[in-house]
C-alpha cells in the first residue's frame, strides 16, 4: 500500500507540473510565474518521500517539460533553476549560518540562472534575448539580474510559507488521510 501511495502521489504531483508549464502556451506572460508554481509541487514530494524521490520527480517533470512544452524558455527554467530549488533549498537551510545559507541560495541562483540564459542562447539558438539585450544598453543585464535576485528573494520566502502551508494544513487535512 505505501508504494502504491508513493507512485501514485508522484505520478500525481508530476502531471501537475505538466499542466503548468504546458499552460505556458496559453499564456506567455507566464514565462517564469507558471514555472515557479511547478517547483513548489516538488515540496510535498520532498516533504513525505525525501530528496531521492523528489529528485527523481523534479527529473522526469523536467524532462517531460523540456519535451512537451511550448515555451522553452519556461522549460528551461523550470529544468535548471524552479524545478530542484525546493529540494535544494531544503538542503541549505540546514546550514547553521543564515548568513552562509543565503550566500548559497544566491550564489547558486545566479550560476544557474546565466548558466540558463547562455544555453538558451548558444545550445538553443535563442538569440533574441541576447540582441533585446544589447538595444536597451550596457547596464541592462546587469539591471535585469539585481532585480532577478529580488524575486528570487521573494520566491524563497513564498516557498517557504509553502511549505508550512502544507506540513501544518493542508497534509493533516488530505496526505495522512490517503496514507493510513
Known amino acids: 500500500m505505501k ?3 508513493k507512485i501514485t502521489f508522484t505520478g500525481i504531483i508530476i502531471a501537475l507540473c505538466e499542466v503548468f508549464l504546458l499552460s505556458t502556451g496559453l ?3 507566464a514565462t517564469y510565474a507558471l514555472p515557479a508554481i511547478a517547483g513548489m509541487l516538488i515540496t510535498p514530494v520532498m516533504v513525505e518521500f525525501g530528496g531521492k524521490t523528489a529528485y527523481l520527480a523534479y527529473l522526469a517533470a523536467a ?4 519535451f512537451i512544452c511550448p515555451d522553452k524558455e519556461a522549460a528551461a527554467i523550470f529544468a535548471l533553476l524552479l524545478g530542484h530549488y525546493p529540494i535544494s533549498k531544503a538542503y541549505f537551510e540546514r546550514i547553521k549560518s543564515r548568513w552562509l545559507e543565503y550566500t548559497f541560495k ?3 541562483f545566479n550560476v544557474i540562472i546565466i ?7 548558444n545550445v538553443f539558438g535563442l538569440t533574441e534575448f541576447a540582441e533585446g539585450f544589447s538595444d536597451l544598453g550596457k547596464y541592462t543585464v546587469p539591471i ?10 521573494v520566491y ?5 510559507r509553502v511549505i508550512r502551508l502544507y506540513i501544518f494544513v493542508l497534509r493533516p487535512r488530505f496526505v495522512e488521510r490517503f496514507k493510513r
Not at 524532462?63 to 523540456?66: A, D, Q, R, S, Y
Not at 548558466?115 to 542562447?121: F, K, M, T
Open 63 to 66: 524532462v517531460l517539460g523540456i
Open 27 to 29: 499564456f506567455p506572460f
Open 106 to 108: 544566491f550564489l547558486s
Open 156 to 160: 524563497d520566502i513564498g516557498l517557504s
Open 115 to 121: 548558466s540558463a540564459y547562455l544555453i538558451l542562447i
Open 144 to 153: 535585469i539580474l539585481a532585480l532577478a535576485n529580488i524575486v528570487f528573494l
Open 3 to 5: 508504494n502504491t501511495f
